[in-house]
């Protein structure tokens, strides 16, 4: 059985893309810190999705992930969706909570990098993928958008680095685009947000990723499907 491990799949673009690999015939773990939502995501999703609820900053967490995804089937796919924003409004660098800033590197660059370690012994094995979800915002300089903007051009870099240190595995740096999701509307509060594309629209790109032969590199999402 393919097993994918994707963080963050209760909702948004995470649950989107875990719906369509479970479709796909693939065993699919998420996770997410809301235990509830976790559970009630994989439930409607059904047959092929297992929820593992816990904190992917949390090397316990993390370890479990893993091993039960081998004990479900040959870990394949790691897809690092889970991520935080940070405040909401933004604030401007000058004026960023430091130890905030240190939460947000710890969750989205810290823990995927942890998480891959964990997992690439058998990713390496099964010649496998790894999907780092990222942003505009990485390579972009969006006044308010430091510290989610300068984690995310970490993990890309990060993901830069071990394409070219892992060539038994691919690994694909995703940046979807603006969506409709819970942290778009979180990142503009009280704005009517609902002309960004769904999560949905992306999934078509991302499942032609870990489908096809495209090497290990940065995507955006308009360049791989309509």
């Given at each position: 059985m393919r097993t994918a491990i994707v963080t963050g799949g209760s909702r948004g673009l995470g649950f989107e893309l875990a719906k369509a690999l479970a479709g796909d015939g693939w065993a699919v773990l998420i996770d997410g810190r809301d235990g509830r939502a976790v559970s009630a995501a994989a439930a409607s999703i059904g047959a092929g999705v297992v929820a593992v609820p816990g904190d992917v900053a949390g090397a316990a967490h993390r370890a479990e992930l893993v091993a039960r995804a081998t004990e479900v089937g040959s870990l394949e796919l790691l897809v690092n969706n889970a991520s935080v924003l940070g405040p909401s409004p933004q604030p401007a660098l000058a004026d960023y909570p430091l130890d905030v800033l240190r939460e947000v590197y710890e969750v989205n660059v810290v823990a995927p990098l942890a998480l891959i370690q964990q997992a690439l012994p058998e990713l390496r094995r099964h010649h496998g993928t790894i999907v780092d979800i990222t942003s505009d915002?990485?390579?972009e300089g969006y006044a308010g958008w430091g510290g989610y903007g300068s984690s995310k051009a970490a993990l890309e870099q990060a993901s830069n680095v071990l394409a070219a240190e892992e060539p038994d595995v691919r690994v694909i740096w995703f940046d979807p685009g603006d969506m409709r999701t819970q942290m778009h509307q979180e990142a503009f509060p009280g704005e009517d947000i609902s002309d960004r594309p769904r999560p949905e629209d992306s999934v078509p790109g991302l499942l032609e990723l870990?489908?096809?032969?495209?090497?290990?590199?940065?995507?955006?999402?308009?360049?791989?499907?309509p």
């Open positions: 915002a990485g390579v870990v489908g096809g032969a495209l090497p290990s590199g940065r995507y955006l999402v308009r360049e791989i499907a």
